[in-house]
Nanobody, 118 residues
Framework: QVQLVESGGGFVQAGGSLRLSCAAS????????IGWFRQAPGKERDFVSA????????SYRDSVKGRFSISTDSAKNTVYLQMNSLKPEDTAIYYC???????????WGQGTQVTVSS
């Protein structure tokens, strides 16, 4: 099992940057596929980005391609989401999730709020 804690959210003006962290305890993160999701007020939770176990493949939703970057630090057992050129529509609670390859995302963090002002 793994426990996930997100951090790094905050308030930023449009065009700014934030780096979200997803720190894990328990199992090493690199045995899991890791995903970042977000949920804006009144909307469903959406996929943002993912990195597979072993960090050989990444994926992004179209609206964040070229602006967001997912990466891992195995030594710190942490996954990052670097968010650049932020837009007001990126405002949401951001969650990280972990799942064994081929399985669903079974482990979720508590979320971190990102607010982008125009």
């Amino acid at each position: 099992q793994v426990q996930l804690v997100e951090s790094g959210g905050g308030f930023v003006q449009a065009g700014g940057s934030l780096r979200l962290s997803c720190a894990a305890s328990g199992d090493p993160l690199d045995i899991y596929d890791i995903g970042w999701f977000r949920q804006a007020p009144g909307k469903e939770r959406d996929f943002v980005s993912a990195i597979n176990s072993g960090a050989t493949s990444t994926s992004y939703r179209d609206s964040v391609k070229g602006r967001f970057s997912i990466s891992t630090d195995s030594a710190k057992n942490t996954v990052y989401l670097q968010m650049n050129s932020l837009k007001p529509e990126d405002t949401a609670i951001y969650y990280c999730a972990a799942g064994l390859p081929g399985s669903s995302y079974d482990y979720w963090g508590q979320g971190t709020q990102v607010t982008v002002s125009s």
